[in-house]
């Protein structure tokens, strides 16, 4: 098992909120959200450096809050869905970086990925 696990997916309607976590062994300079629907290429979602500053997908904006913490052994990563929809659904995966300073929504900056965790959302 890698160093990230996320929890908190699951079915709901459109409209529902759902809250994603995702525990983390050790800290982070840099985290995030992607998902992946079928189909579709991974798509970066939401993003927290240390600072706490955040970055957001359009597609997101305004509907989705990322947030972080730090206690004991490592981080732990948030993300509160509101106003889902059903483009929504996809597997959302965490992702984390231990160099850069600054996150952002590109894959390639994360070394560190979780298993991921299914959102569904029904019309």
Known sequence: QGPLMETGGGA???????????TASGSFTAMA???????????????????LTT???????GRFTISADSAGAGDTLYLQMSSLKPEDTAMYY???????????????QYPFWGRGTQVTVSS
């Not at 709901?12 to 995702?22: D, I, K, N, Y």
């Open 55 to 61: 970055t957001y997908s359009d597609s997101v904006k």
């Open 94 to 108: 965490c992702a984390a970086d231990r160099w850069e300073h600054t996150a952002t929504l590109t894959a390639s």
């Open 12 to 22: 709901v309607q459109a409209g529902g909120s759902l809250r994603l976590s995702c």
């Open 33 to 51: 959200w992607f998902r992946q629907a079928p189909g579709k290429e991974r798509e970066g979602v939401a993003a927290i450096d240390r600072t």
